[in-house]
């Protein structure tokens, strides 16, 4: 997506911000007149200008209609939810209170100029996470809080990240974020804040994902040191191995150094005391991915080995597909921590069985995971021989989602697996310029 070069005033409202965003992609991306655009998406051209100066709300299914005209694949959805988000956060402090009326614009200001950052295609400004994580952070230090039904929202978001685009949740859980981190300011209560604690984790683990599948990867390091101390906070011996099993992984596809990725997996499986859990899983499978990259077959044979004992035993519930994938851990689960390992250590044949396992059992809808698992059988054939047909297969599959960091580290390690004689090859050349392109445009 072509960036724009104008920043966004972060003290506009989010309407206004929709409203640039909005006439950034008619505009710039597409090349649409305002009359052009009204008629195609079944809209009067005198709102959509209003739309486009802030001065007016859009209703759901014309921002939907607007998404796909101008194929900004869920940005601009997001970004009128984060609208209509913030107009509830602007409704909730108390009047009179003036000293928590205080904390809430300072929240919804950080909230405003994280958006404002990715609208306008900057860099997060320093303190902005640091601003919207305060109450939690507090909260750990013992401070009141008070809870609300959060658990629904945050599974929610843990379905979405599987079905939309990189980076289209950051602003929905930095909202959340922002809500949840003024109400554990407010109430004094110690079973509310347990609760919110856990809803904090979970939104944070959601953001440092989504921060490094863009590759922010300053703000996803604060998220899950945020998302610790929260799970930690907590008790709940559970949650504290899922938070360091799922940053253990994204850990490895962002590319932080092994020894650190091995202190998050060692912690979580010390921390589990061996009772198994999705986080267990997910800790031996960054362990298997970790060895794997380091061409330490034997370690990686073990991690996978563990990691299946680990996955027999799992409750029922955290094996089920009805449970929402960050939460659990199912047979295709497995099957992709066999498939990218054994493609990495050079067992193509049985890492070309665990992708069409995996494969089978994905449904349809996590379209990332269609693709990543596509591109673990390029590396795959890349890896027995099949140099032209692994390069074809890499760059339709790549052009097919955007590149975030995980898929990038992959079509990296495919480039690496080239002989020499072949990296000049005209498809060789076609996928560094993919990967040479800046993380996920959404």
Not at 4 to 28: F, I, N, Q, T, Y
Not at 290 to 309: F, K, N, P
Not at 318 to 325: E, F, G, K, Y
Request: charged share 25%.
């Amino acid at each position: 997506m072509p960036r724009r070069p104008d920043a966004v005033d972060p003290a506009a409202s989010p309407w206004h911000l929709l409203g640039a965003e909005l006439r950034h992609w008619r505009d710039k991306v597409c090349g649409m007149s305002q009359r052009e655009a009204a008629a195609h998406a079944f809209c009067d051209h005198g709102d959509l200008s209003r739309w486009e100066r802030g001065q007016a709300q859009m209703l759901p299914d014309v921002i939907e209609r607007l998404d796909a005209l101008y194929g900004a694949q869920g940005r601009l959805k997001a970004l009128r939810a984060f609208a209509g988000e913030f107009d509830r956060l602007s409704q909730v402090a108390p009047a009179g209170v003036n000293d928590l009326a205080e904390d809430d614009d300072m929240y919804r200001r950080a909230a405003m100029r994280l958006l404002a950052a990715l609208g306008a295609g900057a860099a997060i400004p320093p303190g902005t996470l640091e601003t919207l994580f305060s109450g939690i952070e507090n909260a750990v230090a013992d401070r009141g809080i008070r809870v609300g039904d959060w658990e629904e929202i945050a599974w929610e978001h843990g379905f979405t990240y599987y079905t939309q685009a990189p980076g289209t949740l950051i602003h929905a859980v930095a909202a959340d974020l922002a809500e949840v981190s003024r109400l554990l300011q407010r109430t004094p209560s110690a079973v509310a804040r347990t609760g919110l604690l856990r809803v904090s984790a979970q939104l944070a683990v959601l953001m440092g994902m989504e921060m490094s599948d863009v590759g922010e990867l300053r703000p996803s390091r604060q998220s899950w040191q945020l998302a610790r101390r929260a799970a930690d906070a907590t008790g709940d011996r559970g949650l504290r191995v899922w938070v360091r099993g799922w940053e253990a992984e994204y850990g490895f596809w962002s590319g932080r150094p092994a020894p650190a990725l091995a202190r998050l997996a060692e912690d979580a499986v010390r921390i589990a005391e061996g009772a198994a859990s999705a986080g267990l899983a997910e800790a031996l499978r960054a362990r298997a991915f970790v060895a794997a990259s380091q061409g330490d077959i034997d370690t990686t044979r073990a991690a996978l080995t563990e990691l299946r004992g680990v996955f027999e035993v799992l409750p029922t519930e955290t094996t089920s597909d009805r449970t929402t994938p960050l939460w659990s851990f199912v047979e295709r689960d497995a099957a992709w921590a066999d498939a990218y390992s054994l493609a990495l250590v050079g067992d193509t044949a049985e890492a070309t069985d665990a992708v069409d396992r995996a494969l089978a059992l994905c449904p349809a809808a996590f379209t990332g995971n269609v693709n990543h698992y596509e591109l673990v059988r390029a590396l795959a054939l890349v890896g027995e021989g099949a140099i032209d047909d692994g390069l074809a297969h890499a760059v339709t599959t790549a052009q097919d989602w955007p590149i975030s960091t995980i898929r990038r580290r992959t079509l990296v390690r495919i480039l690496e697996a080239l002989p020499g004689k072949d990296r000049g090859l005209e498809l060789a050349r076609e996928l560094r310029a993919l990967v040479a392109a800046p993380a996920s445009d959404v």
